[in-house]
């Protein structure tokens, strides 16, 4: 069967060989991580793992001894250098290693700041990986002030932990307002009075000009509305991008990330991508999605076509994000909205995205029933009568029958 080997340590690359071997695949299969710990979640990282609510060890997405079990060659610690297309090998820590079949899962880069403004200032971090959060843990001390730059989820998903432990926050977003990118101004208003509620100092259209330091360490920031704030540490949340370089630098198509088919496959032979740096075919674009569910289920079709199966990978997008006692769950993509109906009953406000009579996605916080009613009727290709989503006395599961 030949030797599968996955770049990228991560929920593709862990969800790929497990895929295989649960399938049947009794081939060679070697897993290359560039971090020193093995395969694991990394939603947690700005929530439970930052509060200290979760060890290390439970952040995994299996145990080490899974590996041996299975007969996959996990090697950590160990960036891939070079590419080998036509020789069909690659690089691995100065290791060559062949392949008959190779996959990318090398997920994505963190956008950092620039060292022209400050970023390489001691106390300047990111939330990416856990050598990410375990610098930044110390800081989270009851009274440090801390500077969060970007107001997306990961910003926000920070923000909610700093405040909790009791350090004074202040959060700039460049755009006119949070979440701008990826959800309606209802959802950001949701969440804009949340965290105001909690005493996070929410500045929008107000952007970093550049941070200032002493020693070498950060200590001051000068925002582009002209007010400098004394800081204790930074975390940018600025948005992520896909690791691609890899791939480009063998010669592979790029288009929004690696660029595949429908499939998994890229350019080169036998070689195929799959989560965050992955691009597919959906309904008439070439996207990528950054999300677990995307990550596990598009490596799982690359796995069963690895094996020949030949199947196309149909996305069926979700998401998450949990905020102090708010759990808000996303399905589908909103992209080309033109309507939001809002539907609220009691603590439970969900906001439904429409283009035209097309229900797209929604965004439902503390309302796991109409998260899960809206995901089916999305993947069904069902749109519901506007009125009757926003009326609260409407049986949400009877919307499944119509």
């Not at 965050?276 to 996207?287: E, L, M, N, T, V």
Request: charged share 25%; hydrophobic share 40%.
């Amino acid at each position: 069967m030949g030797n599968v080997v996955v770049i990228g340590g991560g929920q593709a690359g862990a969800s790929l060989v497990a895929r295989l071997r649960s399938k049947g695949f009794e081939g060679g299969i070697t897993l290359i991580g560039a971090e020193p710990v093995p395969p694991y979640q990394r939603p947690p990282l700005s929530k439970a793992y930052l509060l200290g609510d979760m060890e290390e060890e439970r952040l995994f997405l299996r145990p080490r001894a899974y590996y041996d079990e299975q007969d996959i060659e996990l090697v950590l610690n160990a960036p891939v250098t070079a590419v080998d297309t036509e020789g069909k090998a690659i690089i691995a820590d100065g290791r060559k290693i062949s392949y008959d079949d190779l996959v990318f899962c090398t997920g994505s880069h963190p956008r950092r700041l620039p060292a022209a403004i400050g970023g390489d200032l001691d106390g300047v971090f990111c939330v990416r990986g856990i050598a990410d959060v375990d610098a930044m843990k110390p800081r989270f001390t009851e009274g440090a002030s801390v500077l969060i730059v970007g107001g997306g989820y990961i910003g926000l998903e920070a923000a909610a932990v700093a405040a909790k432990l009791g350090l004074k926050v202040t959060l700039v977003e460049m755009a006119e307002r949070i979440l701008q990118r990826v959800a309606a101004p209802e959802t950001a208003d949701y969440f804009r009075k949340l965290h105001t509620a909690k005493g996070v100092d929410i500045r929008e259209g107000v952007g970093l000009g550049k941070l200032t330091g002493e020693d070498g360490k950060v200590s001051a920031a000068e925002l582009t509305d002209g007010t400098t704030l004394e800081v204790d540490f930074v975390i940018a949340g600025v948005g992520i991008l896909p690791a691609l370089e890899l791939a480009e630098a063998a010669g592979i198509d790029i288009e929004n990330g690696i660029r595949t088919d429908a499939t998994g496959r890229t350019s080169a032979p036998n070689v195929w991508a799959a989560g965050d740096c992955a691009s597919f075919p959906y309904r008439g674009d070439q996207i990528r999605l950054e999300s677990v569910g995307n990550a596990i289920d598009q490596a799982e079709a690359v796995a069963d076509n690895i094996m020949g199966v030949g199947r196309a990978y149909e996305a069926k997008p979700w998401f998450w994000s949990d905020q102090y006692d708010v759990k808000l769950q996303i399905a589908g993509l909103n992209a080309g909205y033109d309507r939001v109906v809002v539907r609220k009953t009691g603590d439970a406000v969900s906001h439904w995205y429409y283009a035209g009579a097309t229900l797209l996605a929604l965004d439902a916080m503390n309302d796991p029933r109409a998260y899960m009613v809206g995901k089916r009727l999305i993947e069904a290709g069902k749109s519901p009568e506007p009125e009757a989503v926003s009326d609260p006395e409407t049986d949400l599961k009877a919307l499944l029958k119509a």
